[in-house]
Nanobody, 125 residues
Framework: QVHLVESGGGLVQTGDSLRLSCAASGSISDYPMGWFRQSPGKEREFVVSINWNGGRTYYTDSVEDRFAISRARNTVYLQMNSLKSDDAGVYYC?????????????????????WGQGTQVTVSS
């Protein structure tokens, strides 16, 4: 059993930065991790994933040059820079299947089995 808790969200202005954290209780060391986001009226969308040892990452195109995912022990981080209004939403941390390869084919919610409760990111212009 894994329990994931996100933190670090808040209200920022366009162009600002935020760093989200996802603290895990239970094992995540052999698992890829991902961040998803959901804004009102929209489906949950994939943002980024990182493989089990941190050696590979995969970003959705809209954030690739601005966001950075990393992991250390039982915490996963998402550094978000140059935030835009389109980045607003609830950000969820999730654990993927053990040793799952990350990439286009696994960048969907059904490849992740444990989820946190989410942290709200609001971007004002």
């Amino acid at each position: 059993q894994v329990h994931l808790v996100e933190s670090g969200g808040g209200l920022v202005q366009t162009g600002d930065s935020l760093r989200l954290s996802c603290a895990a209780s239970g094992s995540i060391s052999d698992y890829p991790m991902g961040w998803f986001r959901q804004s009102p009226g929209k489906e949950r969308e994939f943002v980024v994933s990182i493989n089990w040892n941190g050696g590979r990452t995969y970003y959705t195109d809209s954030v690739e040059d601005r966001f950075a995912i990393s992991r250390a022990r039982n915490t996963v981080y998402l550094q978000m820079n140059s935030l835009k209004s389109d980045d607003a939403g609830v950000y969820y941390c999730a654990r993927g299947r053990m040793y799952m390869a990350i990439g286009t084919s696994t960048a969907t919610a059904d490849n992740f089995d444990y989820w946190g409760q989410g942290t709200q990111v609001t971007v004002s212009s």
